[in-house]
Nanobody, 128 residues
Framework: QVQLVESGGGLVQAGGSLTLSCAAS????????MGWFRQAPGKEREFVAG????????IYGDSVKGRFTISRDNAKNTVHLQMNSLKPEDTAVYYC?????????????????????WGQGTQVTVSS
């Protein structure tokens, strides 16, 4: 099992930047595919970004391509989401998620149902 704790959310003006972090504990971090999702009030949970076990593959949701960057540090058991050029529509609770993947090092999952473990979420609010 793995426990996930997000941090770094907050209030930012449109056009600004934030970096979210997710600290993992409890298991071998490098054996997990990691993802970021978000959920705005009244909307379904949305895939934001995912990264393979050894960072060889990264996938982004269409709404954040070119603005967000996902990265991970397996030595520090952390995954980050650098968010630039933020828009009011980026306002949501952001969740870190993990999926154990013992075989394929280059795999990334985009469906929320694929992930086994979730953090508690961190609020990001972008003002116009």
């Amino acid at each position: 099992q793995v426990q996930l704790v997000e941090s770094g959310g907050g209030l930012v003006q449109a056009g600004g930047s934030l970096t979210l972090s997710c600290a993992a504990s409890g298991s071998t971090f490098s054996s997990y595919v990691m993802g970021w999702f978000r959920q705005a009030p009244g909307k379904e949970r949305e895939f934001v970004a995912g990264i393979s076990r050894i960072s060889t593959r990264k996938i982004y949701g269409d709404s954040v391509k070119g603005r967000f960057t996902i990265s991970r540090d397996n030595a520090k058991n952390t995954v980050h989401l650098q968010m630039n050029s933020l828009k009011p529509e980026d306002t949501a609770v952001y969740y870190c998620a993990a999926k154990g993947e013992p075989v394929y090092v280059h795999l990334v999952y985009v469906q929320s149902s694929a992930y086994n473990y979730w953090g508690q979420g961190t609020q990001v609010t972008v003002s116009s």
